[in-house]
């Protein structure tokens, strides 16, 4: 016998869920369906286990996509104010942490509690660790082959998400969906990832590794975001690494400045006037943490000397150099830890206002499964709020 349901989502992620429960709620009978074990597995990793799950300052600008317009329409009808209304709703605390990032006070398991309850009250029946073996469209409807059986379904949602980190249940599901029923995907790649090094600078930079600065970092393209830089034991993360890795590209520099805050020159001079044989190791381990400095003067091979020694042009090549220090990353540590995936389901061939697919009617695609990613700082999880929501008030 083929059970039959309204609405049937695909992935009981951050976007899966929510569609899933708004569509409940709307009165459609809903089946929400996983491969793993529990629901909500990124939420309960995200944010440290506080779950980052919006932003104050969300707007199209700070999301990427080969059609820029497209997270328009979702993001303006379902913002970050609607999510945080909701948060609220619940009585789960917040606050903000940094540049509009907001996390719940306590954990993230209130996020993935509240997405359940939304599902309790729309009724929505669950089934977890449940693999689709194969779907087909025959007239209006779509058939789904599941282990203990077949669904049909006029309303078909895919929502399982990119392919960064396996271990939580990633897989290109949702790309061979789109490429069966004849929609593009555009390439994917990691994005928001850890940089990794080449051997030799790795080497020299690796006794680094748990040392962070707050940094400029610039890509060729002219894009630069102003935050945190981590040394690691494989290359170069921290927020600001992160967020540039969505705009490098492979064999490209990074331009980054050690000292934003600092007007080096002046530094310089005030040092010379008061401590003119001071050693100019000793002076900028006052602007940097002095490992740095130790490998800076190895890296550029730079002889000990004092203030009062160094020349116009020593002090270009070497300390002014630290505001625009060039590096070639090897590459990035892929999939394994990005914590999004760039590219994904064409958004020229889907509705902006209901993520239906222009070429086959009830056949929807929402949250990161879509060639739409943004920033880091909850702006992934509005677009998963927001792309889910639109969906469902078409469902
Ligand atoms: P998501 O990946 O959440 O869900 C997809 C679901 O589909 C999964 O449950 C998966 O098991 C299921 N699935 C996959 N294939 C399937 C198949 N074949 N059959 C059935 N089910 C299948 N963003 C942010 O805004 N703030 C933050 O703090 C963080 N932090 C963070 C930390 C870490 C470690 C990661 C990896 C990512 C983040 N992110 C984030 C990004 C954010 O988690 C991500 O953008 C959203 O979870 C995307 O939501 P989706 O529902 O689209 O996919």
């Not at 695909?10 to 074990?37: E, T, Y």
């Not at 970050?80 to 619940?90: H, K, N």
């Not at 605390?93 to 939304?118: I, M, N, P, R």
Request: charged share 20%; glycine share 10%; net charge positive.
């Amino acid at each position: 016998m083929v059970e039959q349901f309204d609405v049937v989502v695909i992935g009981a992620g951050a976007a899966g869920m929510f569609c899933a429960a708004q569509a409940g709620r709307l009165g459609r009978r809903v089946l929400l369906l996983d491969n793993g074990k529990k629901p909500g597995r990124k939420i309960l990793m995200s944010g440290g286990g506080r779950c980052n799950f919006t932003n104050l300052y969300v707007e199209p600008a700070a999301f990427l996509s080969q059609n820029p317009h497209f997270c328009k329409s979702a993001l303006s009808r379902y913002t970050q104010w609607d999510f945080i209304a909701l948060m609220q709703q619940y009585g789960i605390a917040w606050h903000e942490k940094t540049l509009g990032q907001l996390f719940c006070d306590d954990s993230a398991q209130q996020v993935v509690d509240l997405l359940l309850k939304e599902c309790r009250l729309g009724q929505v029946t669950q089934r977890m660790r449940c693999e689709v073996a194969a779907v087909a469209k025959r007239g209006d409807d779509f058939f789904l082959t599941l282990p203990d059986g077949d669904i049909k379904t006029s309303r078909l949602v895919i929502a399982t998400g990119g392919l960064s980190m396996p271990g939580l249940g990633a897989t290109p599901f949702g790309y061979k969906i789109a490429q069966q029923f004849g929609l593009p995907v555009i390439p994917t790649r990691a994005a928001l990832v850890p940089f990794t090094l080449h051997k030799p600078l790795l080497e020299q930079l690796s006794v680094l590794s748990g040392i962070g600065v707050p940094a400029v970092v610039a890509a060729e393209n002219g894009v630069s975001f102003r935050e945190h830089l981590l040394f690691t034991h494989r290359g170069l993360s921290g927020p600001a690494m992160l967020q540039i890795s969505s705009f490098w590209q492979s064999g490209e520099h990074l331009t980054v400045n050690l000292l934003p805050d600092t007007d080096l020159s002046a530094f310089l001079a005030l040092e010379l006037r008061e401590h003119p044989n001071q050693s100019l190791k000793n002076a900028l381990a006052k602007l940097l943490p002095r490992r740095f400095v130790e490998i800076w003067f190895a890296l550029l091979a730079i002889p000990e000397c004092t203030l009062k020694q160094l020349t116009h042009r020593q002090q270009a090549d070497w300390v002014m150099a630290l505001q625009r220090w060039r590096v070639q990353p090897n590459g990035t540590e892929g999939y394994r830890t990005a914590e999004v995936t760039q590219g994904g389901v064409d958004t020229r061939h889907l509705s902006s206002k209901t993520m239906e697919s222009r070429r086959v009617p009830g056949l929807y695609f929402i949250g990161e499964v879509v060639d739409v990613i943004g920033w880091l700082g909850g702006y992934n999880f509005q677009w998963a709020w927001s792309s889910a929501w639109a969906c469902a008030q078409a469902l």
